[in-house]
């Protein structure tokens, strides 16, 4: 099984980013995929997610107006785009997934910096 995560990097604050993840070794119609953040010295916190169907999405209040998480089956991909950044965004962000409604995610990525300016 196999996460990686892509896209991440600098932008300035007000930019946008667009993460990619990119799975493999599991049959990705089955599996709900999240994305988490952690900056330094806090914990990791949720930040979206969407069903193996892709008809829910789910995301932290804060950002649920400026990021957009989807997925595209045909390429085992979950995207998360990231508007209206703030120097508050700059973690490392992480892709995980799990299995359906499962109550807990069971395979990571090793995660992108993102970094934003003000």
């Known amino acids: 099984v196999q996460l990686v995560e892509s896209g991440g990097g600098s932008a300035q604050a007000g930019g946008s980013l667009r993460l990619s993840c990119t799975t493999s070794g599991f049959t990705f119609e089955d599996y709900t995929i999240g994305w988490f953040r952690q900056a330094p010295g806090k914990e990791r916190e949720f930040v979206a997610s969407?069903?193996?169907?892709?008809?829910?999405?789910y995301y932290t209040d804060s950002m649920k107006d400026r990021f957009t998480i989807s997925r595209d089956s045909a390429k085992n991909t979950v995207a998360l785009q990231m508007n209206s950044l703030k120097p508050e965004d700059a973690a490392v962000y992480y892709c995980a997934a799990k299995y359906r409604g499962g109550s807990s995610y069971n395979y990571w990525g090793q995660g992108t910096q993102v970094t934003v300016s003000s």
């Open positions: 969407i069903t193996w169907s892709g008809v829910r999405t």
